[in-house]
């Protein structure tokens, strides 16, 4: 699903970088956080979830605003989004787009 979405935000104008798990997420932002303006992980990751990682992204770096995304309605019930946007799957490229940009938007108001 990852490549999916991946293809979508091209697809839509925007840069991506695809990470496969939580960790490579990690990786990544601790190279150059500043390059990434959100980050959109799925709640259900390998390793570490979604809303784990958001909370180490937010922990170690004040930016990128995170949007997850999840299918699972299981799993919300259970852990929510806590406080993080959700974009429910199956969702459409505008959706996608909005939510996103809604995000980044609000990140940098509140710059």
Do not use: C
């Given at each position: 699903?990852g490549?999916?979405?991946?293809?979508?935000?091209?697809?839509?104008?925007?840069?991506?970088?695809?990470?496969?798990?939580?960790?490579?997420?990690?990786?990544?932002?601790?190279?150059?956080?500043?390059?990434?303006?959100?980050?959109?992980?799925?709640?259900?990751?390998?390793?570490?979830?979604?809303?784990?990682?958001?909370?180490?992204?937010?922990?170690?770096?004040?930016?990128?605003?995170?949007?997850?995304?999840?299918?699972?309605?299981?799993?919300?019930?259970?852990?929510?989004?806590?406080?993080f946007?959700?974009?429910?799957?199956?969702?459409?490229?505008?959706?996608?787009?909005?939510?996103?940009?809604?995000?980044?938007?609000?990140?940098?108001?509140?710059?």
């Open positions: 699903m490549a999916f979405s991946s293809q979508r935000l091209a697809e839509l104008g925007f840069e991506t970088s695809w990470a496969g798990n939580a960790h490579a997420a990690l990786k990544l932002l601790g190279e150059d956080a500043h390059r990434y303006a959100a980050l959109f992980p799925d709640v259900v990751m390998p390793g570490m979830s979604g809303v784990e990682l958001a909370r180490e992204v937010g922990r170690r770096w004040p930016q990128p605003p995170v949007v997850l995304t999840s299918g699972y309605s299981h799993v919300l019930v259970q852990e929510g989004s806590h406080g946007e959700l974009l429910h799957k199956p969702y459409s490229p505008e959706d996608l787009t909005r939510a996103l940009r809604t995000a980044i938007r609000e990140a940098v108001r509140a710059r």
